[in-house]
Nanobody
Framework: QVQLVEFGGGLVQPGGSLRLSCVASGFTFSSYAMSWYRQAPGKERELVADITTDGTCTLYLYSVKGRFSGSRDNAKNTVYLQMDSLKPEDTAVYYC??????????WGQGTQVTVSS
């Protein structure tokens, strides 16, 4: 069974850092690109980053460029989102995503990130 489990969220002060992890199982992780999304309260879920099979990261939100970066460790079946210089507007539930796996999107349960003083 395909499963994605996120770790690493929490409460952090503005300017702080967090690293989110998503551990994958049930499929050949190294063969698939992975994505990170986030959903803030009252807002739609938005794509934050894609990480290709070789670890190349593309960020889709102008507001996170220069602060966030994505990576992966195929030996550990894990994809990461490093978040630096966090701002209150980064507060959201962050989701790991496997897009288009046999025609379906697979989501993790999400991990809450709260940026507040």
């Amino acid at each position: 069974q395909v499963q994605l489990v996120e770790f690493g969220g929490g409460l952090v002060q503005p300017g702080g850092s967090l690293r989110l992890s998503c551990v994958a199982s049930g499929f050949t992780f190294s063969s698939y690109a992975m994505s990170w999304y986030r959903q803030a309260p009252g807002k739609e879920r938005e794509l934050v980053a894609d990480i290709t099979t070789d670890g190349t990261c593309t960020l889709y939100l102008y507001s996170v460029k220069g602060r966030f970066s994505g990576s992966r460790d195929n030996a550990k079946n894990t994809v990461y989102l490093q978040m630096d210089s966090l701002k209150p507007e980064d507060t959201a539930v962050y989701y790991c995503n496997l897009r288009g796996y046999f025609g379906q999107d697979v989501w993790g349960q999400g991990t809450q990130v709260t940026v507040s003083s």
